[in-house]
């Protein structure tokens, strides 16, 4: 690929909203960080590389959270590209305190909440969050608090639109009776998709649905696999078949590959042009159940 391909676009768009138009194909800044999502990467510098990368190959839908570091991943993504171009869509989480490596708190307390949305507007230097989601429901907060407290900075002109992390279909619609949600971000890759039903409640309610560790791919990838032997028939990776998976499965699909090198960013944007068969998909669909 030479640098002005913008083989992220070939993924297509999806519309957050109503009014937020991305390609489909996007970056994932968590392993923009140390071990344990804690602290500064081994590479800063090669960190910024791979979100300057990212942007020339046409991704515009960078997600992030206030937990990656914390506050790492915002300040390389502010260092790698603030001034942001008009149609870069950063969307980032607020509800998960970190009190160490490897160490994630839901805390849905409404000042917290207000808080770390301040937070993230100064360390990613914007005046309005695009997309803020609420990392995770905090059981000990009455749903309505906490979605309520993000209602108010979304009226405030802080917010631009409101998500949900790691949501059952239920807990969508006691959300949706406070706040008006736009996309879903829940486990889900080719291995794993417990959360199928949830894409299709997505789908078929106008949200985005935003698959983490879409890249999950394990014993698939192995030698002789089913994912190996396809991916040779494309001339393309396992990786990038993963991911060609999950952009076929559901137009509402907004996967979001994450890694802290170049190279790896190159591999995983370039399956946004990667298109699959209708047998491929079955096939691979039916070689993980």
Known sequence: MTSTDRVAAASGTF?????????????????LTGDGVWGDPRDPEEAVRV???????????????????????DLLLKKALHPYTDDLVIATKAGFSRTGPGQWVPIGRPEYLRQQVELSLRHLGLERIDLLQLHRIDPKVPVAEQLGELAALQSEGKIRHIGLSEVSIDEVEEAAKTATIVSVQNLFNLAKRDAEPLLDYAE???LGFIPWFPLATGALAKAGGPLDAIAREHGATPSQLALAWLLKRSPSMLPIPGTSTVSHVED???????????????ALSKATE
Do not use: C, H, W
């Not at 519309?15 to 392993?31: A, H, S």
């Not at 020339?56 to 992030?64: M, Q, Y």
């Open 15 to 31: 519309t957050l909203g109503g009014d937020l138009t991305v390609n489909r194909l996007g970056y994932g800044t968590m392993q």
């Open 51 to 73: 979100l300057r990368r990212a942007v020339e190959l046409g991704v515009n839908f960078i997600d992030t959270a206030d937990a990656y570091g914390p506050f790492t991943a």
């Open 204 to 206: 078929a309610n106008g």
């Open 268 to 282: 995983n944007i370039a399956a946004g042009k990667l298109e699959l068969s209708d047998d491929e998909f079955a």
